[in-house]
């Protein structure tokens, strides 16, 4: 009895191990996916999300009489309005990147092809340190001239808001976008814009 108590014993053990060997074996699994494609595993703020927005509401601004305006104000001008995306704040119940959305809003203001784009921020504090840099090492010929910089005409701010609604496994968030378009010589307001999404996640009621 005793010898077939240590025989079973041993089975299960062998066959625990072999469990355990095989989960392992499984490991986990990466694949590549299309940087266009869209996964939602979850209803959180995303890269779609991202430049989605940030593709809609430039096209928005510049549908506004601002452009037009400018343009007629300064026939003379061989290049065009000047933006400078000041800041975005995040005032949302979650962690966003807000520096990856505002880079979205640059590629989206440049890729228009309807406005300028000047840098701000350490961006632009590191350039002019490069330019000082230049003035005292670089060839006269070659270095960049100080006080030559583009000015901006415009600046782009504004800021993330989001809103939950939850109830028996399901959960509503929403998320708001508001930006504005400030004129720099008069401090006037061009251009608001906002825009909303919404997403729905619903939570299984059977569980393995």
């Known amino acids: 009895m005793k010898?077939?108590?240590?025989?079973?014993?041993?089975?299960?053990?062998?066959?625990?191990?072999?469990?355990?060997?095989?989960?392992?074996?499984?490991?986990?699994?990466?694949?590549?996916?299309?940087a266009s494609q869209e996964v939602a595993l979850t209803d959180r703020w995303n890269?779609?999300?991202?430049?989605?927005?940030?593709?809609?509401?430039?096209?928005?601004?510049?549908t506004f009489p601002w452009l037009q305006r400018w343009r007629q104000a300064h026939p003379?001008?061989?290049r065009q309005p000047t933006v400078l995306v000041?800041?975005?704040?995040?005032?949302?119940?979650?962690?966003?990147?807000?520096?990856?959305?505002?880079?979205?809003l640059r590629r989206a203001l440049i890729r228009s092809g309807q406005v300028d784009f000047v840098a701000a921020g350490d961006v632009r504090d590191a350039i002019r340190e490069e330019r000082r840099d230049q003035e005292f090492m670089a060839t006269p010929e070659t270095?960049?001239?100080l006080a030559a910089e583009t000015g901006a005409n415009?600046?782009?701010?504004?800021?993330?808001?989001?809103?939950?609604?939850?109830?028996?496994?399901r959960r509503v968030t929403s998320y708001q976008v508001d930006l504005s378009l400030?004129?720099?010589?008069?401090?006037?307001?061009?251009?608001?814009g906002q825009k909303r999404?919404?997403?729905?996640?619903?939570?299984?009621?059977?569980?393995?």
């Open 3 to 34: 010898k077939q108590w240590m025989n079973l014993t041993k089975s299960l053990v062998a066959a625990l191990g072999m469990s355990l060997l095989l989960v392992g074996c499984g490991g986990t699994q990466v694949s590549r996916l299309d």
């Open 47 to 62: 890269a779609t999300d991202s430049r989605m927005v940030s593709e809609e509401m430039i096209d928005d601004m510049l």
């Open 76 to 78: 003379e001008r061989d």
């Open 86 to 104: 000041l800041g975005v704040r995040n005032r949302s119940h979650e962690h966003i990147a807000v520096d990856t959305f505002m880079n979205d």
């Open 143 to 145: 270095a960049a001239a």
């Open 154 to 169: 415009f600046v782009l701010t504004g800021s993330i808001d989001s809103f939950v609604d939850q109830l028996d496994g």
């Open 182 to 192: 400030i004129d720099i010589q008069t401090n006037r307001e061009v251009w608001s």
């Open 197 to 208: 999404i919404q997403k729905l996640q619903e939570r299984s009621r059977f569980r393995l």
